[in-house]
């Protein structure tokens, strides 16, 4: 562990993670570690551009974003993030080529085939959002078998966001939740906002503080459109396959130099 490292409340699990990384030993020391965000959700964007700039066929701005999805994933649960969702596939993604889409999939699975180690290394519980029963059977199997894999662990919660919609997710919380009330007594006047996050895909998990986007689109893309009422929204020109530990780390300081009101005034500043 580097010498120069003042900031005594960074998970000592980080440290020997960012120490060959000048700059993200820097972020690591303006950290507030009594501060994180207990949540993080990342609309991963701009693969496809990033492989046209290397001129290269997108599906390989696709592998190479598996090289930022492992090292964000990691630098996450070593530094005590709770909850950590990533954005990979949505409903609207089956508009793409059958190629792309293919290869989309066999990327996951090689993903989780080959991560799986790692995953239960640092303790972190694997779980997906979405309608994974629209995905191919094969996907479908290796999606559940690393939830159970991982379903003990007691770290940071991995959230993969797949064949997912906000709107798609409020439709099925809606229809859940009105089974349950046709078989029983239910008065209306006890809908309230609590009860319908229960029947979100994210039912018991705290909602996302802080929301990335990379590639500098400023647009939410029917991401987690319930949940991320009050997120703080950092947006960076990065393209994903550039994003890495000193980003996430970038993001976790901006947001917290933000003042977070939730409708209410700063009463503090008179
Ligand atoms: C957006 O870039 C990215 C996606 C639609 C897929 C993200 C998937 C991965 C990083 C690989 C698999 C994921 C996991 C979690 C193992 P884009 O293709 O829309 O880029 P563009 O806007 O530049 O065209």
């Known amino acids: ?34 501060r994180l965000p207990r949540h993080i959700a990342i609309i ?63 990327l996951l699975k090689e993903y989780l085939g080959r991560e799986l180690g790692t995953l239960l290394e640092h303790s972190i519980r694997f ?48 229809r859940a939740a009105l089974e349950v009330a046709r078989n029983g007594d239910f008065d209306p006047a006890e809908l309230d906002e609590s009860w319908l996050s229960n029947y979100l895909y994210t039912a018991g998990v705290p909602d996302p503080d802080l929301l990335i986007r990379t590639s500098g689109e400023l647009r939410i893309s029917n991401f987690m459109l319930y949940q991320i009422a009050y997120a703080e929204i950092w947006v960076t020109s990065k393209l994903w396959p550039d994003f890495r530990r000193a980003d996430l780390l970038r993001a976790i300081v901006d947001f917290q130099k933000r003042e977070r009101r939730y409708g209410a005034v700063d009463t503090g500043r008179g």
């Open 127 to 174: 779980e997906s959002i979405g309608r994974l029963d629209g995905l191919p059977e094969d996907v479908q199997e290796d999606v559940r078998s690393a939830i159970a894999a991982t379903s003990a662990n007691t770290g940071m919660r991995f959230i993969i966001a797949l064949n997912y919609g906000g709107r798609t997710e409020i439709v099925d919380a809606f």
């Open 1 to 34: 562990m580097s010498q120069s490292v003042t900031s005594d409340a960074a998970p000592a699990d980080l440290l020997p993670y960012v120490e060959s990384d000048e700059q993200a030993l820097e972020l690591v020391r303006l950290v507030d570690w009594a």
């Open 44 to 106: 991963m964007d701009g693969n496809g551009r990033w492989a046209g700039l290397q001129g290269l066929p997108r599906v390989e701005g696709h592998r190479a974003g598996i090289t930022s999805v492992r090292e964000v994933v990691e630098t996450a649960a070593r530094a005590g993030i709770e909850t950590l969702t990533l954005y990979a596939f949505s409903v609207e993604n089956w508009k793409r080529p059958r190629q792309e889409i293919d290869a989309l999939m066999e």
